[in-house]
């Protein structure tokens, strides 16, 4: 505040100079010959004492506030010291405190040392170095072997039909009992078998029946181990020699059931006319009845074969459609081991 007041006081004082310089200027250079001269002499002693005023009160602010700022710099200095001072008295404290603790810590271990056990006393089993090495550690692991040709009952779990699967479609199926090896359960009833649709083949005209290949890749017990197998199918009624379930019906098949259907009909035609024959006049119309039977017996049943062929040629074989729950019968191509433990 007191710099304030005197830097105002200094710039009034310029102020002022100034002001009277250029008025003295325009006295000096303005004044009309018919105006009462005035000298610059008549003002200067009122200006300069004014002057002299001003540069005394403003000598006093300085030297007030020069002793202001010697008076505050004293004081923070005597502050400063006596901080500084509680300081080092307290670091001193501090420690001195350590110390002690050091000492009784020091008279303490000297007390109990002599009850400790050494550590060099104490004797500890020798171990070779060689005896956790994992390159040497052996794990026994026993299975038993289930032999190839075995026959293993399986029931589907999952419908499978050739008029919606296609190749690499997945199915699964369990094993209705348990398969015993001598009288050891090696593969528990419930295990899961899972597996993948091979090559289909659609049914098709002329009785063409559809085919499809299940093929078994491996067994999931119960408690979760995973036995790779190799499997292929038997005990099916409509299984092929090539593996594959058919639709169980074929041009072939149905040729053969209609040629023994004409073959009915000629036998039974003949056997009607060689009875009728026999029946009347002593048995003598026989040598006509029987060979004109056995004549239309022959017409109808070719006939009948040969319709029924043309027939065959326009209808679509049957399509393989096995549903969830049916049980068939797969044997082991190869050994399958079983893990005991």
Partial sequence: MKFKKITYTLFLAASILLTY???AADNATEVSPFENKVEATDIEPAVIKDLKVLGKDSADGLKNF???VSDGAKDAGQTIKKDISNFA??????????KEAVVDALKVKDKTETTLPVLEDIKLPELKSNSMDAKTVKVEVSSQRIPAGTVIPVKLETAISTTYVDTGDQFTAILPADVLVGDKILLPAGSVIRGTVGKTKKANFCRKEAQIMLIFDHIVTPAGKQLPIYAYMTGYSNVNYEGYITGGTSYAKEFKKDASKGKDIVVNATTYGVDKGLEYWGGVPVV??????ALGGAIGGCGYIVGKSIYNVFVKGDEVNLGKGTVMNITLAKPLDVPVN
């Fill in 89 to 98: 008295d307290e670091v001193t404290d501090g420690a001195l405190d350590a």
């Fill in 21 to 23: 310089n250029a008025i």
């Fill in 66 to 68: 020069g002793s202001d």
């Fill in 288 to 293: 006509l009845t029987a060979p004109v039977c």
